[in-house]
């Protein structure tokens, strides 16, 4: 099984800057796609980004765009998710998701095989 596992969360000001980070490991996993969620206490999981993994080309959330910019190591076991300007509607746990198939929509949860633990991003006004 593919493990995946988040760091680069903590407390920030508003207007801050944090960057995520999602290593994969275990089994070979062939990555489809590679996406960013997050869920804020009593909220839903939602969609923030992803990358298809062959193309390399990023799809955001509205909420985030301009903001937040999603990469990847050379290596490409490694994901990244710059957070710029960060707002507290921002805080949520984030979680690093992947997925080994096709599928139709990067933007539903229930479409991802494998998550991490998440890591907590809090931001202060």
């Known amino acids: 099984q593919v493990q995946l596992v988040e760091s680069g969360g903590g407390l920030v000001q508003a207007g801050g800057s944090l960057r995520l980070s999602c290593a994969a490991s275990g089994r070979t996993f062939s990555s489809y796609m590679r996406a960013w969620f997050r869920q804020a206490p009593g909220k839903e999981r939602e969609f923030v980004a992803s990358?298809?993994?062959?193309?390399?080309?990023?799809i955001y959330a509205d909420s985030v765009k301009g903001r937040f910019t999603m990469s990847r190591d050379n290596a490409k076991t490694t994901v990244y998710l710059q957070m710029n300007s960060l707002q507290p509607e921002d805080t949520a746990i984030y979680y690093c998701?992947?997925?080994?198939?096709?599928?139709?929509?990067?933007?539903?949860?229930?479409?991802?095989?494998?998550w991490g633990q998440g890591t907590q991003v809090t931001v202060s006004s």
């Open positions: 990358m298809g993994w062959t193309s390399g080309s990023t």
């Open positions: 998701a992947a997925v080994s198939h096709f599928i139709i929509s990067a933007t539903g949860p229930q479409n991802y095989e494998a």
